[in-house]
């Protein structure tokens, strides 16, 4: 089956570690994105992809950091330095089709900070 | 800077009504799509609206899109328990940001509780 695949689903992290968020995709789509949810808020970009080895920061990209080295994959870290990183992020791709660019979403990973 | 609307943020209404969720936006844009959010779930995309005077249609659910405006709208025909969840528009924000990826723009979403 195609689709998206987030892991964990749930990650708990100490104040002034750094984690690492998974986000694989086998759709073939060239971008993939980063969002965080905050509870009864929409959606804000965090990062973005449009091709292998190269992303663009969203509109909260402070103390996140991301990369892509495969079309596949595109990992996500919440470093020390994102001082209110509790939240559900979710990780999206799409493709370009004709003028519809939908994207797609994966299951996301709550993260909450003991 | 492109800032999207939504209202009612929540609305609680009875299987069988009919009722109108809004979204508003403030700057020039191409394209909006509508998703539906569980509990606790990811985003399902449920319409992808792309010219003015656009309406679709699937099941009891009918998005249109007044691009004049800036204006979209979900309308519930007969609502029933299962429609309900959090809908969110999200609106491409391409124009506004340059590039050639959509930047979606996402409003604050429309908690729906449908009730028996």
């Known amino acids: 089956d195609g689709g998206i695949t987030q892991s964990p689903k749930y990650l708990f992290r100490k104040e002034g570690q750094n984690v690492t968020l998974s986000c694989e995709q086998n759709?073939?789509?060239?971008?993939m994105y980063w969002y965080r949810q905050d509870p009864g808020q929409g959606l804000r970009l965090i990062y973005y992809s449009q091709i292998v080895n190269d992303f663009q920061k969203g509109d909260i990209a402070e103390g996140y950091s991301v990369s892509r080295e495969k079309k596949e994959s595109f990992p996500l870290t919440v470093t020390s330095a994102q001082k209110n990183p509790t939240a559900f992020y979710l990780c999206?791709?799409?493709?370009?089709?004709?003028?519809?660019?939908?994207?797609?979403f994966g299951p996301g990973t709550r993260l909450t900070v003991l | 800077e492109l800032k999207v609307e939504q209202n009612p943020l929540f609305l609680s209404m009875q299987e069988g009504k009919n009722y109108t969720i809004y979204c508003n936006y403030s700057?020039?844009?191409?394209?909006l799509y509508w998703y539906r959010q569980d509990p606790g779930k990811s985003l399902e995309s449920l319409f992808v609206l792309l010219s003015n005077g656009a309406v679709k249609q699937e099941g009891r659910l009918m998005a249109s899109l007044d691009t004049k405006a800036r204006l979209s709208t979900l309308h519930i025909t007969a609502a029933v328990h299962d429609l309900s969840a959090t809908y969110f528009c999200?609106?491409?924000?391409?124009?506004?940001?340059?590039?050639?990826?959509?930047?979606?723009?996402f409003g604050t979403g429309t908690l729906l509780a449908v009730q028996p």
């Open positions: 759709l073939n789509h060239d971008a």
């Open positions: 999206a791709s799409s493709r370009r089709q004709g003028v519809v660019d939908t994207q797609y």
């Open positions: 700057t020039t844009s191409d394209r």
């Open positions: 999200a609106v491409d924000a391409r124009m506004n940001y340059g590039g050639a990826t959509n930047k979606l723009i």
